[in-house]
């Protein structure tokens, strides 16, 4: 057999061993393998993966292994030696799982799936997945729209997982124990039992042409209430490599308050529950001397919006300069940023998101930030040593015009001058300026809006291209294919699903990077299949039937109507902070007047 250390670049990706790995020799009646669609780099920074994976391991007799996407150079070190792909851990083939997880975390890994299975030796389709395979499963965000992927998952799970997910290896644990465990069986118990379960097989789709006509379920997705009490690992893997996010990472709250119009994550995370400031300061503490971190993460959608930050950093800037640890604030907003926040965070780099530049389309996407924000912040920024400054703007935006665009060049012109006008010494500034294209994604008000076509976008882009030459600005943007393919991958139904397939027998891997992504791949396979992307991607009538509307994340369509129509007329809705603005998770309890620890009732 050929070595694997003669074949095969990083091999640290293939085997585990890491540090702080939990016993994988304990006596086990179910065996789980979470699983990434993604590079071992990637996914080892992924914190849901990790939650979930400590939290399997702490069931008793249930052991818990990961597998990431392999690079070429390992796919071919199986096929050349005869081997299915396998767990890090003990090497365990996949099949020889009971459950085989995928976390979809972005809508470009769909196709390391089929990837993945067919490494493993595991037939792609469920319906061809008998008795003696494992049930393969997903969860993440990518759930939320589930039908692009109906037929290759037995059940898909829908929100958050700490409590369900204990529930139901248990379930099924006690199944196996007492009369063995009967796949058709078991997803049937799952669909009546737990209503953040779908699975596809259960329920139909009728559709009229490419156009969903009933949906098929409902499915609730599932809220963790209370930050505090919900199972937390007080360690994480160190690995034996350098990963993406190489540092401690501590979960300060979740939910977003803020209901920008474009963003999926602020509405699918909905409400905001956030940890006491010293339940995070000691999840901060164990999580340094657990792992041996220098460096620590203090996460969250909006990391300056967290109430408690300011006495939580009083404890933790302390703790974190007597132990020598760098103080990571991520997500940081506009208007919420403080210059004492600065005191713990290296002094390098702080990136911001005005998404738009104008005032008339910061209001249309509810962004709630002025330039008097912007411009404030940054002067604070600037007088606490920040040299480094990127923006992050996005093109295709609806009602967008190319005054708006020229807005950004401007915007980021008068970052400079403020630069000059606040700093007479020291180093020159360095502002990067970056655009994604929008994605009208499901569950957000924008979820009716048409994909921008490729002049419009390709135009505007030339021209910020342009304008930027001269300036000393870093430039970039997002590839108008790839765009266009994850608005298809988020928006469509159970009619793409036979493309995605054929679009890895084409060849499609990797395509969440830019250096793998091949559109070409997915053009033929959508003639093959017969695929109308402009179905998919053209703009909705807001009384439609949309292909995820049997998924139920608490925030009602109406909400969604009424933020689309305040939208069009540029009108702005205040954060959750500070009024109940009615999105409909307040009516079934789960959101409740921010108070204390603002935990859920």
């Given at each position: 057999m ?6 095969v670049?990083?091999p640290?990706?293939?085997?585990g ?13 179910v065996?789980?393998c979470m ?16 939650i979930?994976?400590?939290?399997f ?63 493993a030796?595991i037939?792609?389709?469920a ?9 393969i ?36 644990k ?5 009369h063995g ?8 118990y799952?669909?009546?039992?737990y ?24 499915v609730?997705?599932?809220i963790?209430?209370?930050?505090n ?8 893997l ?13 979960e300060l ?14 509405f ?7 940890r ?20 620590l ?16 950093l009083?404890?933790l800037?302390?703790y ?84 708006d ?51 419009d976008?390709?135009?505007k882009?030339r ?37 995605l ?18 559109f ?7 003639e ?5 992307v ?7 009538d ?26 069009m ?33």
């Open positions: 050929t070595k694997l250390t003669d074949r670049q990083k640290y990706r293939y085997f061993g890491e540090y702080n790995t939990p016993d994988m020799n304990k006596p086990c009646d065996r789980f699983c990434v669609a993604d590079s071992y780099e990637v996914g080892m920074s992924n914190l849901g993966v990790r979930l994976y400590y939290l391991n702490s069931i008793d007799k249930v052991v818990c292994e990961r597998c990431y996407a392999p690079f070429a150079d390992y796919e071919n070190y199986l096929k050349e030696n005869n081997l299915p792909l396998a767990s890090l851990e003990t090497q365990t083939p996949l099949k020889d799982f009971d459950f085989v997880g995928f976390s979809l975390q972005y809508e470009m890994c769909y196709s390391n799936v089929f990837h993945m299975l067919t490494l030796n037939p792609v389709t319906e061809e997945r008998g008795e003696e395979f494992p049930f499963v997903a969860g993440g965000p990518c759930t939320v729209n589930p039908e692009p992927m109906y037929k290759y998952f037995d059940f898909f799970f829908v929100g958050e997982g700490e409590t369900p997910w204990k529930e139901i290896i248990e379930d099924y006690r199944q196996k124990s007492e465990v009967k796949k058709s069986d078991f997803l049937r799952l669909d009546e039992k209503s953040c379960i779908y699975v596809p097989s259960l329920h139909e789709a009728v559709y009229d042409g490419d156009r969903v006509k009933i949906p098929q379920t409902a609730w997705r599932n963790e209430k209370d930050m009490t919900t199972f937390t690992p007080t360690t994480q160190v690995p034996s490599m350098e990963i993406v996010h190489d540092r401690a990472v501590a709250f979740r939910g977003c308050a803020n209901g920008c119009r474009f963003c999926q994550a602020g699918i995370y909905r409400p905001v529950r956030e006491t400031p010293d339940n995070a300061f000691e999840l901060c503490k164990t999580l340094l001397e657990s792992t041996g971190y220098d460096e993460s203090l996460n969250s959608l909006s990391t300056s919006d967290y109430s408690g930050l300011q006495p939580l009083a404890k800037i302390p974190a300069k007597e132990h020598h640890v760098q103080l990571n604030l991520p997500s940081l907003r506009l208007d919420s940023f403080k210059g004492e926040f600065a005191q713990g965070n290296r002094k390098s780099s702080l990136t911001f998101a005005p998404e738009a530049g104008t005032q008339r389309l910061r209001n249309v996407i509810n962004k709630n930030i002025t330039e008097e924000n912007i411009f404030g912040t940054l002067t604070e920024a600037f007088k606490e040593g920040y040299s480094s400054v990127k923006l992050y703007f996005m093109l295709g935006l609806p009602t967008e015009t190319m005054e665009v020229k807005g950004i060049y401007e915007l980021a012109c008068k970052v400079k001058s403020l630069y000059k006008q606040t700093r007479t010494s020291g180093k020159g500034l360095r502002l990067s300026v970056s655009c994604s294209t929008f994605i009208p994604k499901p569950f957000t008000p924008f979820q009716w809006c048409a994909f921008a076509n490729r002049e976008i390709e135009a882009q021209y910020l291209s342009d304008a930027f030459k001269q300036s000393g600005v870093s430039f970039a943007y997002n590839d108008y294919d790839s765009s266009i393919m994850e608005a298809v991958l988020a928006r469509g139904g159970r009619n793409v699903a036979d493309s397939y054929q679009a890895y027998l084409n060849g499609a891997r990797f395509d969440a990077w830019s250096e793998f992504f091949d070409e791949h997915y053009k033929q396979a959508f093959q299949c017969g695929v109308d402009n179905e998919i991607i053209r703009s909705y807001l009384d439609e039937t949309l292909p995820w509307d049997f998924i139920d994340i608490g925030v009602t369509k109406a909400y969604f109507k009424s933020e689309y129509l305040k939208a007329n540029a009108t702005t809705t205040p954060s959750c902070n500070k009024q109940c603005n009615g999105c409909g998770l307040k009516k079934h309890g789960y959101c409740a007047e921010f108070e204390g620890n603002r935990k859920l009732r």
